[in-house]
Every structure is written in C-alpha cells, then in structure tokens.
C-alpha cells in the first residue's frame, strides 16, 4: 500500500539525517585533532585500521554510487548541512503527503460505508496516526 511506502520512506530519510548529522559531528571532532594523531580510521561499518592523521584541512565526501570528492574541512561541513536540510524538507513533504493521503482513505471509507449501509452513522474523525 502506498502509505506504507511512504513510511518506509520516512524510515529512510531518518536513517540517511542522523548518518550526515554523525558525519558531520565526526568532521567537526576532526577538526579539533593535530596533525599527526594517531587514530582509527574506518573502512567499513565495522572495520577499522589503525591510521596517522596528515591533513586535518581536507576531507573526501561520499557524494553517493562510489564517487568520492576532495573538498576542504569547511565545504565538508557545509556540504552535510545542506544535505541534511534537503532530507529535512523532504520529511516534512513526505509528512505532508501521508495526511493527505490518510484523509482521503478516511473519506473513502465513510463514504463506502454510507453506501454499504445507508442506516449506518459515520462521524469525521480528524485523528491521524501516522509517526
């Protein structure tokens, strides 16, 4: 059903905005660090190696299907706040479509039910249960 597929879809926004908010607190922790700190550097989700920080300066972005870009500690910073304001104002969109969406249901099932059975009482209920 498609309200089922937008909460999937809220799922998945929710997911992708606190991975840019970790990432984004990671560069700013980085940005604290000296030249030369010794760290672990992540090569996968659970799969670290032992690594020197060299540039504190320069950071390669995922920018998604394997393509990685070099920009500077400050474009990293701001590249993930506007991907988190675009998630973000997809949300909210997505919020929007699913009241919609469970209104126009409500309204088709009252009237269905109208029809189904004349006799019947059917009261407008405003309640949306969705998050």
């Known amino acids: 059903m498609e309200v089922n597929l937008l909460h999937d879809s809220l ?3 929710r997911t992708a905005t606190s991975r840019l908010d970790i990432a984004s607190a990671a560069l700013h922790d980085l940005s604290l660090r000296p030249q030369g700190k010794r760290m672990f550097v992540p090569l996968t989700a659970s799969l670290y ?7 504190a300066d320069k950071v390669l972005v995922d920018v998604g299907t394997g393509y990685f870009i070099e920009k500077t500690m400050a474009d990293g910073k701001d590249y993930c706040e506007r991907k988190i304001k ?7 969109q997505l919020i929007e479509q699913i009241v ?14 109208i029809y189904i059975h004349p006799s019947a009482k059917v009261y407008h209920t405003a309640k949306v249960d969705f998050l």
Do not use: C, Q, W
């Open 11 to 13: 799922n998945n926004i």
């Open 49 to 55: 190696v032992p690594g020197t920080l060299d540039e």
């Open 86 to 92: 675009l998630l973000r104002s997809n949300f909210d």
């Open 100 to 113: 919609i969406l469970k209104y126009a249901m409500n309204l088709i099932s009252n009237i269905h039910t």
